[in-house]
């Protein structure tokens, strides 16, 4: 569906205007006393549009949109930027929904869905070029066809290009090639005033800066050229386990040194007894004549050996593997409940230690017998995001508390939320900055605070691209 141009300039979204307002009588005679969404009959089918795009992954926040837009083209992004500007409507871009707290929500304003705009458009032997709204698994599926990859992948590939780059997109490589971020090489872009514009490193350059992880506070990211490497043939993804944190920190290090995988994370897991088993997850890429011996691997760590559990897969294999997961939690349920994520970098130097502390104050049910504390090191050098905030150490530690209750108890979750926001306050006080996707509230100072140095750079692109303030309210990075 696109946009009645006729029907903008006159001020008025007609329902067949591809918007849908509120359907419920109440709410539509709002709509219609403030604004020209008008609440036909056929906007009762719509209602379920509505109330999906108050929804996230997170099930904690919802906030009822005016109406929903599917993106449809450049220019209709364009002028619903305008058209919503000239009225003082908010509007969000919405990619897969996987926020955890409603970064992608806007109370009575526009939500834009991106979902439609996914066209994969050329994939050339350094780059492929995509619509904002591909999820990263058509991009892989896309560049595998090809043997290539992107360097860097989340570990869950069913979100989209756009809700990625607004906020960085690590992966198990990123201690090697940066961000996601970090691996655009041009951007096309609608401002928040509704300007089209394309930018790079050489074009535009500070847009290309304040888009980058910049929470979509500047602009919508309509397509994305993005860098490609040689995918390797095979993967030997390596669990092993640590009878304490310690242990599992110092091979940590080793490993990251070193260099002898190619791919590196760990967690704290719960046991399901109420302690925890400590992880180490490696992997070594390689081509199908050139397998790894696993005792070479593995030498010189110091892990129990007889836990430890070895896989060998495709590339394409081991990178969907989270999709088995995502099946097991949407059978059991627990793929619907709420998620009460908080995501944070701990500083190198005391990431044991804040670690440690923090892991005393939880219980297995904090996280959820499938849930993890996701905690490795990572170089920092990679990452040249400017708006991706880390802790000024050449080494920091990614550590998300990914907790995925066994019920929906909402008094269980509000206490998970208000946790949250007392960790987050207690790892800012040693020095650790978050990884935006957290759910708990951010108020304008603390995100003032946590863009530190690049604040006024970040306020200054706001007020050339986004001057009314029109776009993803959702952070609460700016007051209303
Ligand atoms: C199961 C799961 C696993 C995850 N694993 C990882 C991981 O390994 N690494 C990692 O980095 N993150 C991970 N995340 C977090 C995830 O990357 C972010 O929540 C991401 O923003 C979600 O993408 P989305 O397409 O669902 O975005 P949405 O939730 O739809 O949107 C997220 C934000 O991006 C904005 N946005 C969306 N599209 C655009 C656009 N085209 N232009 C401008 N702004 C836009 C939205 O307005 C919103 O503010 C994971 C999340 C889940 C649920």
């Known amino acids: 569906m696109t946009i009645d141009k006729r029907a903008l300039l006159r001020g008025g979204l007609t329902a067949t205007a591809a918007l849908a307002a509120r359907a419920n009588g109440a709410t539509a005679a709002k709509a219609k006393a403030s604004d020209e969404l008008s609440a036909s009959a056929e906007h009762s089918r719509d209602t379920h549009v509505l109330a999906a795009a108050a929804d996230d992954f997170g099930h904690i926040i919802h906030k009822q949109p005016r109406a929903v837009l599917k993106a449809a083209s450049v220019a209709d992004i364009a002028d619903l930027m305008r058209w919503a500007g000239g009225r003082g409507l908010k509007v969000a871009a919405r990619g897969q929904g996987h926020s955890t707290y409603g970064r992608a929500m806007t109370e009575d304003g526009i939500v834009l869905d991106m979902s439609t705009m996914s066209t994969i458009h050329h994939v050339q032997s350094d780059r492929i070029i995509v619509d904002a709204g591909a999820t990263w698994s058509a991009v892989l599926n ?21 809700g990625t780059l607004a906020i960085g997109g690590i992966g198990g490589t990123t201690f090697r090639h940066g961000m996601q971020t970090d691996n655009v090489l041009e951007l096309n872009v609608v401002t928040g005033d509704g300007r089209e514009l394309t930018c790079s490193e050489n074009s535009n350059p500070d847009l290309f800066d304040a888009i980058r992880a910049g929470l979509g506070q500047c602009g919508i990211v309509t397509r994305a050229s993005l860098r490609l490497v040689q995918a ?12 304490d944190l310690r242990a599992l920190t110092a091979d940590q290090r080793i ?17 399901g007894a109420g302690a925890w088993r400590y992880q180490l997850e490696g992997v070594v890429f390689y081509d199908s004549y050139a397998a790894p011996k696993n005792t070479a691997v593995l030498s010189g760590l110091s892990d129990d050996r007889s836990t430890a559990a070895i896989t060998d897969l495709t590339y394409h294999e081991d990178v969907n593997a989270f999709a088995q997961f995502e099946n097991l939690l949407r ?24 670690a440690s502390d923090i892991l005393d104050d939880l219980t297995n049910e904090d996280i959820g017998p499938f849930g993890r504390i996701t905690y490795y090191p990572m170089f920092t050098k990679p990452l040249r995001t400017p708006l991706v905030r880390l802790p000024n150490e050449s080494i920091v530690f990614p550590f998300n508390l990914v907790r995925i209750p066994e019920s929906n108890d909402v008094a269980k979750v509000e206490q998970m939320v208000a946790k949250n926001r007392a960790l987050y306050d207690r790892i800012r006080g040693t020095g650790g900055v978050q990884y935006p996707v957290g759910a708990f509230p951010m108020s304008s100072d603390e995100w003032k605070d946590h863009f530190g140095s690049k604040w006024t750079f970040l306020q200054e692109a706001k007020r050339r691209y986004d001057p009314l303030g029109t776009l993803t309210p959702g952070y609460n990075v700016y007051r209303d």
């Open 142 to 162: 896309a560049t595998l066809a090809h043997g290539l990859t992107p360097p860097v992948l989340t570990n869950y590939l069913e979100l989209s290009v756009g």
């Open 232 to 243: 390797p043939d095979r993967v030997r993804r390596f669990h092993v386990f640590y009878p």
């Open 255 to 271: 490993v990251l040194a070193d260099g002898r995988f190619d791919y590196l994370q760990g967690a704290v897991l719960p046991d």
């Open 331 to 354: 059978s059991n349920g627990q793929w619907f409940n709420p998620h009460p994520w908080l995501l944070t970098f701990l500083r190198d130097s005391n990431a044991e230690q804040v």
